[in-house]
Protein backbone atom coordinates (compact mmCIF):
# COMPACT_ATOMS: atom_id res chain seq x y z
CA UNK A 1 0.00 0.00 0.00
CA UNK A 2 1.26 3.61 -0.66
CA UNK A 3 0.95 6.07 2.56
CA UNK A 4 1.57 9.65 2.96
CA UNK A 5 2.36 10.71 6.48
CA UNK A 6 2.04 14.06 6.77
CA UNK A 7 4.18 15.23 9.63
CA UNK A 8 5.25 19.46 9.68
CA UNK A 9 7.20 18.85 13.22
CA UNK A 10 10.06 16.08 13.90
CA UNK A 11 8.23 13.19 15.15
CA UNK A 12 6.60 9.65 14.49
CA UNK A 13 10.26 7.88 13.41
CA UNK A 14 8.79 4.75 14.76
CA UNK A 15 5.67 4.90 12.79
CA UNK A 16 7.73 5.66 9.64
CA UNK A 17 9.94 2.15 10.42
CA UNK A 18 6.88 0.42 11.31
CA UNK A 19 4.62 1.32 8.27
CA UNK A 20 7.94 0.57 6.18
CA UNK A 21 8.43 -2.75 7.37
CA UNK A 22 4.85 -3.83 6.93
CA UNK A 23 5.49 -3.72 3.51
CA UNK A 24 3.90 -0.93 2.58
CA UNK A 25 5.66 2.40 0.55
CA UNK A 26 5.97 5.46 2.80
CA UNK A 27 5.69 9.07 0.93
CA UNK A 28 6.63 12.25 3.50
CA UNK A 29 4.99 15.31 3.14
CA UNK A 30 6.97 18.15 5.77
CA UNK A 31 8.45 21.56 6.46
CA UNK A 32 11.15 22.02 4.18
CA UNK A 33 12.81 23.71 7.65
CA UNK A 34 13.13 20.28 8.71
CA UNK A 35 14.90 18.64 6.19
CA UNK A 36 18.11 18.19 7.74
CA UNK A 37 16.67 16.24 10.50
CA UNK A 38 17.54 12.40 11.19
CA UNK A 39 14.53 11.01 9.92
CA UNK A 40 14.48 7.37 8.88
CA UNK A 41 15.75 7.73 5.72
CA UNK A 42 15.67 4.30 4.97
CA UNK A 43 11.85 4.06 5.57
CA UNK A 44 11.16 6.65 3.37
CA UNK A 45 10.83 5.89 -0.33
CA UNK A 46 9.92 9.53 -1.39
CA UNK A 47 9.85 12.91 0.86
CA UNK A 48 8.43 16.56 -0.43
CA UNK A 49 8.79 19.55 1.39
CA UNK A 50 6.13 22.31 2.30
CA UNK A 51 7.96 26.04 2.86
CA UNK A 52 4.55 27.21 4.67
CA UNK A 53 2.85 24.87 6.94
CA UNK A 54 -0.08 27.07 7.99
CA UNK A 55 -3.27 26.00 7.83
CA UNK A 56 -4.41 28.41 5.32
CA UNK A 57 -5.72 28.52 1.71
CA UNK A 58 -2.14 29.20 0.42
CA UNK A 59 -0.86 25.91 1.94
CA UNK A 60 -3.89 24.00 1.10
CA UNK A 61 -3.88 24.93 -2.45
CA UNK A 62 -0.23 23.51 -2.62
CA UNK A 63 -0.99 20.27 -1.19
CA UNK A 64 -3.49 19.11 -3.03
CA UNK A 65 -1.90 20.40 -6.46
CA UNK A 66 0.93 19.08 -5.81
CA UNK A 67 -0.83 15.47 -4.48
CA UNK A 68 -2.69 15.75 -8.19
CA UNK A 69 0.25 15.51 -10.10
CA UNK A 70 1.49 12.93 -7.75
CA UNK A 71 -1.69 11.08 -8.21
CA UNK A 72 -1.57 10.75 -11.78
CA UNK A 73 1.17 7.75 -11.17
CA UNK A 74 1.29 6.99 -8.16
CA UNK A 75 -1.93 5.50 -5.92
CA UNK A 76 -2.16 6.87 -2.42
CA UNK A 77 -3.98 4.16 -0.71
CA UNK A 78 -3.63 6.30 3.02
CA UNK A 79 -3.35 9.56 4.54
CA UNK A 80 -1.78 9.36 8.23
CA UNK A 81 -1.16 12.70 9.97
CA UNK A 82 1.30 12.14 12.83
CA UNK A 83 1.46 15.84 14.74
CA UNK A 84 -2.00 17.68 15.91
CA UNK A 85 -1.04 20.54 13.51
CA UNK A 86 -1.68 18.25 10.15
CA UNK A 87 -4.90 16.40 11.09
CA UNK A 88 -6.82 19.32 9.09
CA UNK A 89 -4.20 19.07 6.20
CA UNK A 90 -5.06 15.03 6.16
CA UNK A 91 -8.27 15.21 6.27
CA UNK A 92 -8.65 17.97 3.00
CA UNK A 93 -6.75 15.21 1.09
CA UNK A 94 -8.68 12.75 2.24
CA UNK A 95 -11.96 14.23 1.36
CA UNK A 96 -10.55 15.66 -1.93
CA UNK A 97 -8.89 12.71 -3.14
CA UNK A 98 -11.69 10.66 -1.51
CA UNK A 99 -9.28 8.66 0.47
CA UNK A 100 -10.54 6.31 3.45
CA UNK A 101 -10.16 7.69 6.94
CA UNK A 102 -11.40 10.71 9.10
CA UNK A 103 -12.92 13.40 7.21
CA UNK A 104 -12.95 17.01 7.95
CA UNK A 105 -16.12 16.95 10.36
CA UNK A 106 -14.61 14.17 11.92
CA UNK A 107 -11.40 15.92 12.55
CA UNK A 108 -12.91 18.87 14.11
CA UNK A 109 -13.75 16.98 17.10
CA UNK A 110 -9.89 16.19 17.29
CA UNK A 111 -8.65 19.76 16.78
CA UNK A 112 -10.90 22.03 17.26
CA UNK A 113 -11.55 22.55 21.54
CA UNK A 114 -15.18 24.53 20.81
CA UNK A 115 -16.44 21.30 18.66
CA UNK A 116 -14.83 18.96 21.29
CA UNK A 117 -17.01 21.12 23.88
CA UNK A 118 -20.22 21.40 22.43
CA UNK A 119 -19.84 17.45 21.15
CA UNK A 120 -18.81 16.11 24.53
CA UNK A 121 -21.32 18.08 25.87
CA UNK A 122 -24.88 17.52 23.46
CA UNK A 123 -23.51 13.48 24.42
CA UNK A 124 -23.74 14.07 27.82
CA UNK A 125 -19.94 13.84 28.82
CA UNK A 126 -19.11 16.32 31.57
CA UNK A 127 -17.32 19.58 30.65
CA UNK A 128 -16.56 22.52 32.58
CA UNK A 129 -18.57 25.62 31.40
CA UNK A 130 -17.60 27.49 28.95
CA UNK A 131 -18.79 29.72 25.79
CA UNK A 132 -17.78 30.46 22.21
CA UNK A 133 -16.46 34.00 21.74
CA UNK A 134 -18.80 34.54 18.93
CA UNK A 135 -21.44 37.18 20.16
CA UNK A 136 -21.11 39.75 23.25
CA UNK A 137 -24.53 39.16 25.24
CA UNK A 138 -24.10 34.84 25.45
CA UNK A 139 -20.70 35.68 26.51
CA UNK A 140 -21.53 38.66 28.80
CA UNK A 141 -24.61 36.31 30.21
CA UNK A 142 -21.94 33.52 30.61
CA UNK A 143 -19.43 35.37 32.52
CA UNK A 144 -22.46 36.69 35.41
CA UNK A 145 -23.34 33.18 35.65
CA UNK A 146 -20.48 31.34 35.53
CA UNK A 147 -17.94 31.94 38.89
CA UNK A 148 -14.37 32.82 38.15
CA UNK A 149 -11.88 32.36 37.49
CA UNK A 150 -11.82 31.62 33.64
CA UNK A 151 -9.15 30.41 31.04
CA UNK A 152 -9.32 31.89 27.23
CA UNK A 153 -7.73 29.51 24.93
CA UNK A 154 -7.20 28.95 21.11
CA UNK A 155 -9.12 26.64 19.44
CA UNK A 156 -6.84 24.83 17.50
CA UNK A 157 -3.33 25.20 19.27
CA UNK A 158 -1.64 22.38 20.87
CA UNK A 159 -0.82 21.53 24.29
CA UNK A 160 -0.91 24.83 26.70
CA UNK A 161 0.37 27.65 24.21
CA UNK A 162 -2.00 30.22 24.05
CA UNK A 163 -3.82 29.70 26.94
CA UNK A 164 -4.61 33.01 29.43
CA UNK A 165 -6.03 32.99 32.83
CA UNK A 166 -8.64 35.72 33.69
CA UNK A 167 -10.35 35.99 37.42
CA UNK A 168 -12.55 39.18 36.47
CA UNK A 169 -15.27 40.38 34.53
CA UNK A 170 -12.81 43.08 33.49
CA UNK A 171 -9.97 41.45 32.96
CA UNK A 172 -11.73 38.76 30.97
CA UNK A 173 -13.42 41.56 28.14
CA UNK A 174 -10.26 43.09 27.86
CA UNK A 175 -8.06 39.75 26.91
CA UNK A 176 -11.07 39.05 24.68
CA UNK A 177 -10.96 42.65 23.03
CA UNK A 178 -7.21 42.30 22.92
CA UNK A 179 -7.91 39.52 20.84
CA UNK A 180 -9.01 41.82 18.06
CA UNK A 181 -10.60 39.87 14.75
CA UNK A 182 -8.85 36.85 15.90
CA UNK A 183 -11.28 36.04 19.08
CA UNK A 184 -13.66 33.66 16.71
CA UNK A 185 -10.54 31.12 17.29
CA UNK A 186 -11.00 30.91 20.65
CA UNK A 187 -12.74 30.01 23.48
CA UNK A 188 -13.71 30.92 27.35
CA UNK A 189 -14.23 28.27 29.57
CA UNK A 190 -14.02 27.95 33.57
CA UNK A 191 -10.95 27.00 35.59
CA UNK A 192 -11.60 24.17 37.68
CA UNK A 193 -8.81 23.52 39.80
CA UNK A 194 -8.26 19.73 39.40
CA UNK A 195 -5.25 16.80 38.94
CA UNK A 196 -4.79 16.30 35.04
CA UNK A 197 -4.69 12.72 33.84
CA UNK A 198 -3.95 11.79 30.02
CA UNK A 199 -5.36 8.73 28.49
CA UNK A 200 -3.21 7.34 25.77
CA UNK A 201 -5.08 4.79 23.60
CA UNK A 202 -5.67 2.81 20.71
CA UNK A 203 -8.71 2.23 18.56
CA UNK A 204 -9.56 -0.14 15.53
CA UNK A 205 -12.82 -0.46 14.02
CA UNK A 206 -14.55 1.97 16.97
CA UNK A 207 -13.33 0.28 19.81
CA UNK A 208 -10.72 0.85 21.97
CA UNK A 209 -8.20 -2.21 22.36
CA UNK A 210 -5.30 -0.49 24.14
CA UNK A 211 -5.54 1.87 27.17
CA UNK A 212 -3.25 3.60 29.80
CA UNK A 213 -4.29 6.02 32.10
CA UNK A 214 -1.54 8.67 33.54
CA UNK A 215 -1.67 11.72 35.73
CA UNK A 216 0.40 14.50 35.30
CA UNK A 217 2.47 16.03 38.33
CA UNK A 218 2.68 19.69 37.24
CA UNK A 219 0.30 20.49 34.40
CA UNK A 220 1.37 21.23 30.94
CA UNK A 221 -0.48 24.46 32.02
CA UNK A 222 1.46 24.80 34.84
CA UNK A 223 4.70 24.27 33.16
CA UNK A 224 4.13 26.45 30.20
CA UNK A 225 2.92 29.73 32.43
CA UNK A 226 4.63 28.72 35.47
CA UNK A 227 8.04 27.27 34.27
CA UNK A 228 7.59 24.12 35.93
CA UNK A 229 8.86 20.71 35.37
CA UNK A 230 6.89 18.42 33.38
CA UNK A 231 5.90 15.01 35.09
CA UNK A 232 3.70 12.35 34.53
CA UNK A 233 3.04 9.06 36.29
CA UNK A 234 1.28 5.65 35.46
CA UNK A 235 -2.43 5.56 37.46
CA UNK A 236 -2.98 2.93 39.75
CA UNK A 237 -3.71 -0.34 37.49
CA UNK A 238 -6.87 -1.38 38.30
CA UNK A 239 -8.28 1.30 40.55
CA UNK A 240 -11.32 3.21 40.54
CA UNK A 241 -9.86 6.35 39.17
CA UNK A 242 -8.35 3.88 36.19
CA UNK A 243 -11.45 2.49 35.77
CA UNK A 244 -13.49 6.19 35.02
CA UNK A 245 -10.93 7.02 32.68
CA UNK A 246 -10.92 4.47 30.94
CA UNK A 247 -14.81 5.39 30.52
CA UNK A 248 -14.70 8.95 29.25
CA UNK A 249 -12.55 7.78 27.21
CA UNK A 250 -14.58 5.33 25.42
CA UNK A 251 -17.50 7.80 25.76
CA UNK A 252 -15.14 9.93 23.92
CA UNK A 253 -13.57 8.13 21.53
CA UNK A 254 -17.32 7.03 20.47
CA UNK A 255 -18.82 10.14 20.49
CA UNK A 256 -16.32 12.00 18.53
CA UNK A 257 -16.53 8.93 15.60
CA UNK A 258 -13.32 7.41 16.01
CA UNK A 259 -12.64 4.44 14.50
CA UNK A 260 -8.86 3.93 14.17
CA UNK A 261 -6.11 5.38 15.25
CA UNK A 262 -3.84 6.61 17.96
CA UNK A 263 -5.61 8.79 20.54
CA UNK A 264 -4.33 11.52 23.44
CA UNK A 265 -7.29 12.41 25.84
CA UNK A 266 -6.90 14.97 28.44
CA UNK A 267 -9.16 14.83 31.87
CA UNK A 268 -9.44 16.87 35.31
CA UNK A 269 -10.20 15.11 38.23
CA UNK A 270 -11.72 18.47 40.05
CA UNK A 271 -11.16 18.80 43.44
CA UNK A 272 -14.75 20.38 44.38
CA UNK A 273 -16.64 17.45 43.14
CA UNK A 274 -13.93 14.93 42.74
CA UNK A 275 -15.41 14.28 39.28
CA UNK A 276 -13.86 13.74 36.27
CA UNK A 277 -14.20 16.88 32.97
CA UNK A 278 -13.16 15.98 30.10
CA UNK A 279 -10.66 18.65 28.90
CA UNK A 280 -9.57 17.86 25.47
CA UNK A 281 -8.04 15.09 23.02
CA UNK A 282 -6.18 14.56 19.73
CA UNK A 283 -5.57 11.50 17.12
CA UNK A 284 -2.44 11.25 17.43
CA UNK A 285 0.27 10.11 20.00
CA UNK A 286 0.73 12.25 22.48
CA UNK A 287 3.97 14.18 22.79
CA UNK A 288 6.75 15.03 24.99
CA UNK A 289 8.00 11.89 25.19
CA UNK A 290 4.83 10.16 26.80
CA UNK A 291 4.61 7.20 24.08
CA UNK A 292 7.87 6.36 25.65
CA UNK A 293 6.59 6.48 28.70
CA UNK A 294 3.57 4.22 27.93
CA UNK A 295 5.70 2.20 26.12
CA UNK A 296 7.83 1.37 29.42
CA UNK A 297 5.20 0.61 32.06
CA UNK A 298 2.84 -1.58 29.23
CA UNK A 299 5.49 -2.81 26.68
CA UNK A 300 3.68 -1.24 23.51
CA UNK A 301 4.73 1.21 21.27
CA UNK A 302 1.91 3.47 20.21
CA UNK A 303 3.74 4.77 17.13
CA UNK A 304 4.52 1.16 15.39
CA UNK A 305 0.97 -0.05 16.43
CA UNK A 306 -0.48 2.47 15.16
CA UNK A 307 1.29 1.76 11.96
CA UNK A 308 0.44 -1.91 11.43
CA UNK A 309 -3.39 -0.89 12.38
CA UNK A 310 -3.42 1.42 9.47
CA UNK A 311 -1.62 -0.98 7.52
CA UNK A 312 -4.40 -3.82 8.75
CA UNK A 313 -7.37 -1.16 8.09
CA UNK A 314 -5.83 -0.90 4.49
CA UNK A 315 -5.23 -4.25 3.42
CA UNK A 316 -8.00 -6.20 5.40
CA UNK A 317 -5.54 -8.35 7.13
CA UNK A 318 -6.63 -9.02 11.12
CA UNK A 319 -4.42 -7.55 13.86
CA UNK A 320 -3.24 -8.91 17.34
CA UNK A 321 -2.51 -6.48 20.13
CA UNK A 322 1.15 -7.54 21.92
CA UNK A 323 0.76 -8.82 25.27
CA UNK A 324 0.24 -5.13 27.60
CA UNK A 325 2.58 -5.31 30.65
CA UNK A 326 1.44 -4.35 33.87
CA UNK A 327 4.67 -1.69 35.30
CA UNK A 328 4.73 1.78 36.62
CA UNK A 329 6.72 4.40 35.02
CA UNK A 330 7.43 7.94 35.18
CA UNK A 331 8.44 10.71 33.39
CA UNK A 332 10.47 13.94 34.14
CA UNK A 333 11.88 16.61 31.48
CA UNK A 334 13.13 20.30 32.41
CA UNK A 335 14.51 22.57 29.95
CA UNK A 336 18.14 23.24 31.09
CA UNK A 337 20.62 26.13 31.67
CA UNK A 338 23.49 23.51 30.22
CA UNK A 339 23.39 22.56 26.21
CA UNK A 340 24.51 18.81 27.03
CA UNK A 341 23.41 17.87 30.78
CA UNK A 342 25.54 15.79 33.16
CA UNK A 343 23.35 12.75 33.90
CA UNK A 344 25.80 11.18 36.29
CA UNK A 345 24.39 12.46 39.61
CA UNK A 346 20.84 10.09 38.11
CA UNK A 347 22.11 6.64 38.60
CA UNK A 348 19.07 5.09 40.21
CA UNK A 349 18.09 1.97 39.14
CA UNK A 350 14.77 2.19 37.74
CA UNK A 351 16.02 4.68 34.49
CA UNK A 352 15.10 3.13 31.47
CA UNK A 353 15.77 5.87 29.23
CA UNK A 354 17.81 9.39 29.08
CA UNK A 355 16.79 12.43 27.31
CA UNK A 356 19.44 13.54 24.61
CA UNK A 357 18.00 16.55 23.63
CA UNK A 358 20.07 20.30 23.47
CA UNK A 359 19.24 22.39 26.80
CA UNK A 360 16.76 19.70 27.96
CA UNK A 361 17.46 17.37 30.79
CA UNK A 362 14.82 14.07 30.92
CA UNK A 363 14.32 10.89 32.55
CA UNK A 364 12.16 7.75 32.16
CA UNK A 365 12.43 5.54 35.44
CA UNK A 366 9.93 2.16 35.68
CA UNK A 367 9.12 -0.09 38.51
CA UNK A 368 6.36 -2.97 40.14
CA UNK A 369 5.81 -0.10 42.39
CA UNK A 370 4.00 3.39 41.64
CA UNK A 371 4.54 4.10 45.40
CA UNK A 372 8.71 3.89 44.01
CA UNK A 373 8.02 6.05 40.70
CA UNK A 374 6.71 8.66 43.09
CA UNK A 375 9.20 8.88 45.31
CA UNK A 376 12.04 9.30 42.19
CA UNK A 377 9.70 11.84 40.68
CA UNK A 378 10.30 13.94 43.11
CA UNK A 379 14.09 13.06 44.30
CA UNK A 380 14.51 13.80 40.34
CA UNK A 381 12.83 17.30 41.01
CA UNK A 382 14.65 18.40 43.70
CA UNK A 383 18.10 17.60 42.37
CA UNK A 384 17.11 19.42 38.96
CA UNK A 385 16.21 22.52 40.70
CA UNK A 386 18.55 22.31 43.98
CA UNK A 387 21.77 20.88 41.72
CA UNK A 388 21.53 23.70 39.03
CA UNK A 389 20.43 21.91 36.03
CA UNK A 390 16.52 23.79 35.79
CA UNK A 391 15.92 26.18 33.33
CA UNK A 392 12.67 28.37 32.20
CA UNK A 393 11.34 30.50 29.64
CA UNK A 394 8.53 32.52 29.73
CA UNK A 395 5.32 31.43 27.90
CA UNK A 396 4.69 32.89 23.92
CA UNK A 397 1.76 35.80 24.10
CA UNK A 398 0.40 34.45 21.32
CA UNK A 399 -0.20 30.69 20.42
CA UNK A 400 3.51 29.12 17.84
CA UNK A 401 4.11 26.10 16.20
Same mark, same amino acid.
Given at each position: MNFLCICTYFKGVEFLKSCKAEGNKVFLLTN????????????????????????????? #????????????TVKIDRVVALDDFDVE?????????????????????FRDKLAMRVQAQD???????????? #??????EY??????????????????????KVHSFQEAWDTIHALGEE???FLIEQFKPGDVYHVDSLTINGKVI??????????????????????????????????????????VMRAFG?????????????????????????????? =???????????? &????????????MIATGDTYELPKVEDYYSGIIISLSSYEHPDYTPFNDPEIVWKM????? &?????????? =??????????????????YHASAPAPDKPVH
Open positions: QKLKDKPWPWESIDEVFYLDNVDNNFDTY #HKILTGLANLMRKAALVREHFRIPGMGQTTARYLGIAVPPFSPLF #HDIDITLQRTPAPWVIKPRSEASAAGIKRHNFTRCNQYLNTPFEVAHGGGIFRSVTVEHGSEDAKLLKKVNEDMRSSASHTEMIKCYEDGQFYFLETASRVGG =ANLAEMVEYSSG &INLWKEWAKIETNEEYH &IGLIVRSESR =AKVLELMEKYAIMIRDLG
